[in-house]
């Protein structure tokens, strides 16, 4: 197998170095030259997650390290079916992705992705230092994935005093020698930038063989694929998905389940005030506007990254008009669809809604009084999204996070406080390892020097 870039200019490669390389060189987002046929169940998550991934990764990983990868992987899940599906009634089903490590649907691929990197950089005697900036999930959940990986030293970047405790000191409390956590005198965009600058400098990238794990890796897409081909069979017939989406990662995974042969009806995409993608699909309008925090934090973007996937299909997989779309697309903030493309891309497999803070208190609070069940903003914003959009199959919603991530809001819509699972019951006890640092280059890249082992 090899991947070809969404923008035709930067050369095809490996699995292996577009697992390192993350953004392909023109800017462009790595995609595998054909799809895979989904395989047939197979006993297990961690069999199934194998036979899902092995075609991707042909040629750089053999099937026994792959296998051995993701058994390790899921045996860090507190659940033996990893991602257990439950009813909650009028033909909506709810499918748990939060039994990992940090408590949110990011472990599922991560765990895989941290493993993956180790493996790779053992084959070629290689380390890298994984810089990343955080306003919550995606750091936890990269640190816990690379906590023990040899060849891995990761750093995050986090603005002090503006995440949660919980996720604050899911971060600070991991006790790695290879874990390092860096509180900024700042906030989430000056954590960005600093990530940023410290990639453009030259010597510095090189110096500490600089890498990422954002959401834009090939790697996380592919692993997230898994638990669409799981939750269809566990249901039999055609099912519709709902997806608290983001940076459009998760929904671009049930796209290439759905793609490759699994029975999905259609794929809602559940947004909360930063509703770019509800109004493009629709109102056929894909313009950018500013960011509001809501309830739901992890979904608070307004440019979804991974978009940028899909659309190479929509152009029949051609780089070059891919490219100059979204270079308008940039300088106008408007991109510019096709009726014809739209009508056949867009309108038979994706529905979406726009969830308020209050209508997913609401949410909350009436999945709640149904069912007893707790469930976090997130996936309060897919249940109603569901609700919504449910025509004649039922519907799966993805929980994307754990209730006791998001204990204020879940405590305001139903009274009850929702309790850290037994494995981090201890979380508020335990010693945090932090670095304090102004928002300053000079000084957090001098920090980076010092700890990565890369730079010798
Ligand atoms: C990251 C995240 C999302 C959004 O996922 P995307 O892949 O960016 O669409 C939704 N919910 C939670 C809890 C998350 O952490």
Redesign the pocket.
């Known amino acids: 197998m090899h991947y070809i870039s969404t923008r035709g200019g930067a050369p095809d490669l490996g699995f292996a170095d577009v697992l390192l390389a993350g953004l392909a060189r023109d800017g462009g987002l790595y995609v595998p030259s054909e799809w895979a046929p989904l395989p047939p169940r197979g006993s297990s998550y961690a069999e199934d997650a194998a036979a899902i991934m092995r075609p991707y990764v042909a040629g750089d990983i053999d099937d026994e390290t792959l296998r051995s990868v993701c058994v390790d992987a899921y045996e860090t899940f507190r659940h033996p079916d990893v991602t257990p599906i439950v009813e909650i009634g009028d033909g909506l089903w709810v499918q748990e992705l939060f039994h990992g490590p940090t408590l949110?649907?990011?472990d599922l691929a991560l765990q895989v992705v941290g493993r993956l990197f180790d493996v790779v950089l053992s084959q070629r005697n290689e380390r890298v230092t994984i810089v990343g900036a955080t306003s919550?999930?995606?750091g936890s959940a990269a640190i816990d994935g690379v906590r023990n990986c040899d060849n891995v030293d990761i750093i995050i970047l986090y603005p002090a005093g503006r995440t949660s405790e919980v996720q604050r000191r899911q971060m600070t409390t991991i006790d790695s020698p290879n874990v390092h956590t860096i509180a900024v005198n700042g906030t989430f965009d000056d954590c960005q930038d600093l990530v940023k600058a410290m990639f453009a400098d030259e010597s510095l990238r090189d110096d500490c063989n600089l890498s990422a794990v954002n959401?834009i890796n090939w790697a996380r897409v592919m692993a997230q694929i898994v638990y669409y081909a799981v939750g269809t069979q566990h249901l039999g017939g055609k099912v519709d998905f709902s997806?608290?989406?983001?940076?459009?990662?998760?929904?671009l995974a049930g796209w290439i389940a759905r793609h490759t042969g699994a029975p999905i009806e259609r794929l809602i995409i559940a947004s909360n005030e930063n509703d770019i993608l509800s109004r493009f699909v629709n109102d056929h309008d894909m313009s950018t506007a500013s960011v509001v925090p809501t309830l739901?934090p992890?979904?608070d973007?307004q440019v979804?990254s991974?978009f940028e996937r899909l659309l190479f299909e929509m152009n029949a997989r051609d780089g070059g008009v891919t490219a100059q779309q979204l270079n308008r697309f940039r300088s106008s903030g408007k991109l510019i669809i096709e009726d014809d493309v739209f009508e056949q891309w867009i309108s038979p497999t994706f529905a979406a809604s726009r969830v308020s803070d209050d209508d997913t208190l609401r949410e909350i609070g009436q999945v709640y009084r149904d069912t007893g069940m707790l469930v976090?903003p997130?996936t309060a914003t897919g249940i109603a999204a569901a609700r919504r959009c449910r025509a004649e199959v039922p519907v799966i919603t993805l929980a994307?996070?754990h209730p006791a991530?998001f204990p204020d809001a879940v405590a305001k819509a139903t009274g009850v406080r929702p309790e850290l699972p037994a494995q981090l019951a201890d979380l508020m006890e335990r010693t945090e390892r932090i670095h304090d640092l102004p928002a300053d280059l000079a000084a957090v890249s001098s920090f980076v020097r010092s700890v990565s082992r890369a730079a010798g």
């Open positions: 949110a649907f990011k919550g999930d995606t959401s997806v608290p989406t983001g940076n459009f990662g998760n929904v739901s992890s979904m973007i979804s991974n976090d997130h994307t996070a991530k």
